[in-house]
């Protein structure tokens, strides 16, 4: 069935009054978060032949592993960027009330100014508490642009611009420098286009404590000959039943027009 998770809407008022005198009396709205079980499953089939050849002592546990690594992936990409169709949960992209920075008439290049606003949104809705779970997800050519970007060290300056950051590899290492978890998932495209831009890409800052995963039972996995048994196969199967939802929409940012080249 489905699952419902309280959230509250609007909160109720407390006020300053004089001893004696009567306490005003307001009401607190609250909604629910309804997840529903969604299936997500895939099967593979594969040769006895080519099974007893792959040169690995457990066959079953290794396609096991793989399996659910691409489930981790495609659960990834659902939380994201999920329709809210065809059975799809409705990813934070597709959420309706999320934030949104814009960078320019064509797109442009992710700079520190567009983080700084990305957070301010939140804090701008009341939706930035200090025990949130706070990170930027984000393209990895997105990234790569920000590392990579320079800047002017003074008004003349026409070569030789200085780096934005201190020159840094990986963000990991951009993550110390800006004190924020920064995460990369292809999930989030570099294919959108925007006026003249084409190649735009798409970041998210969110207090990723406000997105909700429900998991009914557990990862099934399944093998079986039988329907396979004319042509010497064997079948691999998972299913995870499971759904995502946000608490609340303002708890989310999305920047959807980042230069990646």
Not at 194 to 213: D, F, P, R
Request: aromatic share 8%; net charge negative.
């Amino acid at each position: 069935g489905n699952l419902e998770i309280p959230k509250v809407i609007t909160t109720y008022s407390l006020t300053s009054r004089a001893e004696g005198t009567t306490t005003t009396e307001t009401e607190a709205a609250f909604g629910e978060l309804v997840l529903s079980e969604k299936e997500v499953s895939g099967i593979v089939t594969l040769t006895k032949k080519l099974m007893r050849n792959v040169g690995v002592p457990s066959f079953d546990a290794w396609i096991k592993n793989r399996m659910l690594a691409d489930l981790a992936i495609k659960l990834d990409s659902l939380a994201l960027r999920g329709s809210g169709s065809s059975n799809e949960p409705t990813g934070v992209v597709n959420q309706s009330g999320i934030n949104e920075v814009e960078i320019g008439t064509n797109g442009g290049n992710l700079e520190w100014e567009h983080l700084v606003d990305m957070r301010y949104k939140l804090a701008e809705d009341n939706a930035h508490p200090a025990d949130g779970k706070y990170a930027i997800v984000s393209n990895p050519l997105v990234i790569k642009q920000l590392i990579k970007q320079r800047i002017h060290q003074f008004s003349a300056q026409t070569t030789n611009f200085g780096y934005q950051f201190a020159p840094i590899l990986t963000p990991e290492a951009l993550s110390r420098v800006l004190g924020l978890s920064i995460f990369e998932t292809n999930n989030l495209v570099a294919t959108l286009t925007k006026g003249s831009g084409t190649s735009l890409g798409e970041t998210i800052y969110a207090n990723w404590a406000e997105l909700l995963w429900a998991l009914w039972g557990t990862f099934e996995f399944a093998v079986s000959d039988h329907a396979y048994f004319t042509t010497n196969k064997t079948g691999f199967r998972l299913v995870a039943n499971v759904d995502f939802g946000v608490r609340h929409a303002e708890s989310f940012c999305l920047i959807n027009d980042a230069a990646t080249a």
